[in-house]
């Protein structure tokens, strides 16, 4: 069983920066794929960007050049950059940890709102 625990999160104006942060515990870290999704009001959540333990990343296409996801395996700590915020960033961020479907953990989530 994993525990994650999401912070950083809060209010900013468009064009700000965030930096959210996804603390790890009770399981192997390396062993997981990690990754943030989002939740807007009245809408589905999505894929926001995700890394192997390799390293390798991806990026919904709305946030790409813009945010960026990393993990400190010695910290068992997962973090997304995120710069040049928009309105329409506006939703709860949630970390993920897959390993397969009987393993597969979420965080409370985090709000970030961009408003000016």
């Known amino acids: 069983q994993m525990q994650l625990v999401e912070s950083g999160g809060g209010r900013v104006q468009p064009g700000g920066s965030l930096r959210l942060s996804c603390a790890a515990s009770?399981?192997?870290?390396?062993?997981?794929?990690m990754g943030w999704y989002r939740q807007a009001p009245g809408k589905q959540r999505e894929l926001v960007a995700g890394?192997?333990?390799?390293?390798?990343?991806n990026y919904a296409d709305s946030v790409k050049g813009r945010f960026t996801i990393s993990r400190d395996n010695a910290k068992n700590t997962v973090y997304l950059q995120m710069n040049n915020l928009k309105p329409e960033d506006t939703a709860v961020y949630y970390c993920?940890?897959?390993?397969?479907?009987?393993?597969?953990?979420w965080g409370q989530g985090t709000q970030v709102t961009v408003s000016s």
């Open positions: 890394i192997f333990n390799s390293g390798v990343t």
């Open positions: 993920n940890a897959f390993r397969s479907p009987h393993n597969d953990y």
């Open positions: 009770g399981s192997i870290f390396v062993l997981y794929v």
